[in-house]
């Protein structure tokens, strides 16, 4: 039987109702199906995408050696005062007497910089006690009296700490003086890792380079020193070791032993411009790290 023009007009409004709810459907399933997608890869933390503003960066699990985080970790710059932590190294491993008094002289004053001191010459400190304003306070007057006194003198000490460089495999590392006031210290964040590695395992170095403050008394009164990296003040940071630095050639630096999101890590931060910019870049870090770690929780 042949269909009426009305029945026809029907069957074409039916048709084209139940072809809209079926481009209707279809899009809202793709809409559900992208949703999930779109969610995930905003969650996606690209470690390529934290926004640092040091030069070089370098941040290692200590447990596997394993790179997290990585800007230009070869390349060979001057490190300033992380140079201290060879300095120390190389006085511990001497096995000199640390109870023993040494008394600051015109030789230890930065000519190289025109850096000041509160330790004038003629002060009387022992050696444990420069050490200590050294990995804690970046006292270079300090670092160049402990290089001074050492047998042989200053040429001899950094004769050892580029030794002890050759022992840890630190092969873009080249040390010209105790303090990191001479641009020549120079080293790569691969290497520092290691040197990190390596003063991690002393525990003078642990305890002086990660304590809050300290006073000793020079000439008859007391000095009193704060820690140059403020986030050993934080109780948020678990830092196990910290050392900064700051020449004009090397920019702010600064290398720490730290657990972050559950883990032991490395971290080096070279010539971050900004007073405050290594500290910054710090903390944005571990805030990349904690939250791909929550997110790696959650699957």
Avoid at 67 to 73: D, F, I, V
Avoid at 120 to 146: H, I, K, W
Avoid at 185 to 192: E, I, K, P, Y
Avoid at 225 to 235: E, M
Wanted: charged share 20%; net charge positive; hydrophobic share 45%.
């Amino acid at each position: 039987m042949q269909s009426t023009p009305r029945e026809l007009h029907h069957l074409e409004k039916i048709v084209a109702v139940v072809a809209l709810l079926a481009v209707l459907a279809l899009s809202f399933g793709f809409a559900q199906a992208a949703g999930p997608r779109k969610k995930a890869a905003a969650d996606v933390h690209e470690p390529h995408r934290v926004p640092l503003r040091s030069a070089v960066v370098l941040v290692q699990d200590t447990a596997n050696g394993e790179t997290l985080l990585a800007k230009n970790p070869g390349a060979v710059m001057p490190i300033a005062s992380i140079t201290k932590l060879m300095t120390a190294m190389v006085v511990l491993d001497s096995q000199l007497e640390l109870s023993q008094r040494i008394v600051i002289s015109g030789d230890d004053l930065d000519y190289l910089k025109g850096t000041g001191s509160r330790l004038r010459p003629g002060s009387v400190l022992t050696r444990d006690e420069l050490l200590l304003l050294a990995l804690m306070a970046s006292e270079n007057r300090a670092a160049a009296a402990l290089a001074r006194t050492f047998p042989g003198g200053s040429d001899a000490f950094v004769a050892a700490m580029n030794a002890k460089a050759r022992v840890l495999s630190m092969r873009d590392t080249r040390f010209e003086d105790a303090t990191g006031l001479n641009s020549a210290n120079v080293s790569s964040a691969q290497d520092l890792a290691r040197l990190v590695i390596a003063a991690h395992q002393y525990p003078r170095i642990r305890d002086y380079s990660t304590r809050n403050s300290a006073t000793v008394q020079a000439l008859g009164r007391p000095l009193a020193y704060r820690n140059t990296n403020g986030l050993v003040r934080d109780a948020k940071w678990e830092i196990g070791l910290s050392k900064t630095g700051f020449i004009a050639e090397a920019g702010r630096c600064l290398v720490m032993q730290v657990r972050m999101a559950q883990k032991d890590m490395v971290v080096v931060l070279l010539d971050s411009w900004g007073k405050y910019s290594r500290i910054g870049d710090a903390n944005r870090i571990r805030k990349w790290l904690e939250t791909s770690a929550a997110l790696a929780r959650r699957g």
